[in-house]
């Protein structure tokens, strides 16, 4: 084997690849395709080519996402095309669509050694694409506009790595050239699985990030409003301050969180906080893991995701009209005047 970034092959889960042990030469000779240059495309697309990277988009006809990439200077093909032009073939696409767009226009162009690579474990954790030949994970560890902002001044995001079990040794080092032209070796590029690195994407959205926290919030806010707090008053104390605390969290862990803030502060989430999060409520997030871990929560999305009552967009319509989200439409713009709405 040319390169060598890793003490050993398959290097086990936990190692850690720092990026001053790689390069660029893996990727060096070979052309990417960057297919769906939505939020994570661009951003690796963009980042790539500020790496020299010889980079191709793949986009659906009448695409505007394509358009976007055209007016930003790539070369834009058709999804096939592009498949067929690269060495690397990227799947930048949502969940929900990559199975039947790797199937109908991607796999009947690919030659055995093409190489497929991801951005999320969720497409061979959940059998969703079936690639023998070589195929790796590169999973930045934040959000696609953080990337692209943080690697144009000499930044970016931790990765996590997995190369599938058929795919040959070297993979692993073209994961780890790859990840630093896109800037995701910065903290560090952990190696993982992308059955690990799926289930911890869905677990930790639905039961922090996206579900958890929004529900906790709601709930807060609507007993201060129940009690006959303000509707305002209860927005800044529940939403507002958020970002204070997640920040203090996110730079100084929680311990160094609570050095930083009041006494009372301290106190009262120390002996109140485990009454919220209570037993029966830990129960609930084993419930939410086993049926991540089945594939439970997968086939109910596939299913579901598009349906006009129980899809995405159906529940996120109704969830606008919460008195929370109202609150936010009524506070937001004296905060931010000058932010253009995403409503
Ligand atoms: N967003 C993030 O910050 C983030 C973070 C970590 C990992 N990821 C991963 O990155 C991948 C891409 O996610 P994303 O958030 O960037 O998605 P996204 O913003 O929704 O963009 C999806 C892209 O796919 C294209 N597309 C959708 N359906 C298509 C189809 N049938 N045929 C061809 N192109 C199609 C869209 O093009 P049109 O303009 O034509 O609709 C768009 O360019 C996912 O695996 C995701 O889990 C994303």
Not at 17 to 24: I, K, N, S
Not at 95 to 110: H, Q, S
Not at 244 to 249: A, G, R, Y
Not at 335 to 341: A, G, I, T, V
Request: hydrophobic share 40%; net charge negative.
């Amino acid at each position: 084997m040319k390169h060598k970034f890793f003490a050993q092959y398959p290097p086990p889960a936990g190692t850690v690849v720092e990026a001053d042990q790689v390069h660029g030469e893996p990727l060096a000779p070979l052309t990417v395709a960057i297919i769906g240059y939505g939020t994570m495309g661009r951003a690796q697309a963009l980042n790539l080519r500020r790496s020299g990277v010889q980079v191709v988009v793949g986009s659906r006809e009448q695409s505007v996402s394509g358009d976007r990439a055209r007016s930003e200077g790539m070369t834009v093909l058709s999804v096939a095309e592009a498949a067929l032009a690269a060495d690397i073939v990227m799947l930048m696409l949502p969940d929900e669509v990559v199975a039947e767009v790797f199937a109908d226009e991607i796999k009947p162009v690919l030659k055995p050694d093409s190489i497929v690579g991801l951005a999320h474990g969720f497409a061979i954790a959940f059998d969703q694409i079936q690639w023998s030949g070589p195929c790796f994970l590169v999973a930045p560890k934040g959000q696609g506009d953080m990337l692209l902002d943080g690697f144009a001044v000499g930044g970016g995001l931790p990765g996590l790595l997995a190369v599938t079990d058929s795919s040959p040794p070297e993979t692993w080092d073209l994961a780890a050239s790859y990840a630093k032209a896109v800037g995701c070796l910065v903290g560090g590029g952990f190696v993982t699985t992308f059955r690990q690195e799926c289930i911890s994407d869905q677990f930790g959205e639905q039961v922090v990030l996206c579900g958890g926290v929004i529900e906790l919030v709601k709930a807060a806010f609507e007993i201060m409003v129940e009690g006959g707090y303000g509707e305002e008053n209860a927005y800044f104390e529940c939403v507002h301050e958020l970002k204070l605390i997640t920040d203090l969290l996110h730079r100084h862990g929680v311990d160094g969180m609570r050095r930083c803030i009041s006494g009372t502060a301290a106190y009262g989430g120390l002996t109140r906080g485990r009454r919220v999060i209570s037993e029966d409520v830990r129960e609930n997030m084993r419930a939410i893991l086993s049926e991540i871990e089945s594939g439970q929560f997968a086939r109910e999305f596939l299913a579901r995701h598009n349906d006009p009552r129980q899809g995405t967009a159906a529940l996120a319509d109704k969830e606008a009209a919460s008195p929370l989200a109202a609150a936010g439409r009524r506070v937001l713009p004296r905060l931010h005047p000058n932010e253009r709405s995403s409503s």
